[in-house]
């Protein structure tokens, strides 16, 4: 017999970019996610002892942070934006590695010339947060300007002399005529859990964990 809806462990996860393989994860690790797949409008699908509610990556850390869910599944771009989220990283589960660079227009060399001249550069990206610490770790100022959409377009346009963002294969890059100049840092999917919920269902968590663990692997 099944617990309870209210009694099983509640897992957040991504939709957008990292949907499928998440649900590829869960079923390499024996959960059954055929429910998740198919055309249903729900957010939140019982499966056999873990309720699973479906939410954008970026609200995953609000989301667990406020124990709204147990444990979830984000990537670490999102973490590392939310730094100040009380969370547990328990995983790094290996997928949608992608990196963050600092990136600007080929040939183009306002970014240095901002720095030189201006003492300052201008950076559009979806990350203010990583943006300001990578900037200020390297001794350098920033104006930084938030964008929600498609931020290659921000040095095309004169919005900012480059932009931080993440990247895959670089095509995106490559087809605005924009290059990488520095590499930020590695992001790929992990699994976090909240701090009570870690310690009040450690048995349940760990048990997860592992079975994600070895999933991984394959």
């Known amino acids: 017999m099944s617990a309870p809806a209210a009694d099983k462990l509640k897992v957040a996860v ?56 147990d444990v979830g599944i984000t990537g670490k ?41 201006l003492g300052m550069a201008r950076i559009a990206t979806k990350y203010p947060r990583v943006t300001e610490r990578h900037f200020e770790s390297t001794g350098r100022q920033v104006e930084v300007i938030e964008v929600k959409g498609s931020v290659e377009l921000a040095p095309l346009v004169g919005l900012g002399d480059g932009i931080v963002d993440l990247v895959a294969t670089g ?30 269902r450690a048995a349940e968590i760990d048990a997860l964990t592992a079975r994600l663990r070895e999933a991984s692997r394959r």
Request: charged share 30%; with cysteine.
């Open 14 to 69: 991504p939709r957008g970019a990292l949907f499928g393989e998440t649900l590829d994860l869960l079923d390499a690790a024996g959960i059954d996610t055929a429910a998740l797949r198919g055309d249903s409008r729900s957010l939140i699908f019982d499966l056999d002892g873990l309720t699973v509610v479906t939410v954008r990556p970026s609200d995953v850390p609000t989301y667990v942070e406020a124990g709204a869910a």
């Open 171 to 200: 095509r995106t890059l490559e087809e605005n005529g924009l290059e990488v100049r520095e590499e930020i840092v590695e992001c790929s999917a992990r699994f976090v859990a909240n701090r009570v919920a870690h310690k009040l």
């Open 77 to 117: 771009d999102v973490l590392l934006e939310q730094s100040d989220r009380v969370l547990y990283e328990l995983l790094d589960l290996g997928y949608g590695r992608c990196r963050m660079v600092l990136a600007g227009r080929k040939g183009d060399s306002r970014l240095g010339e901002s720095q030189r001249r």
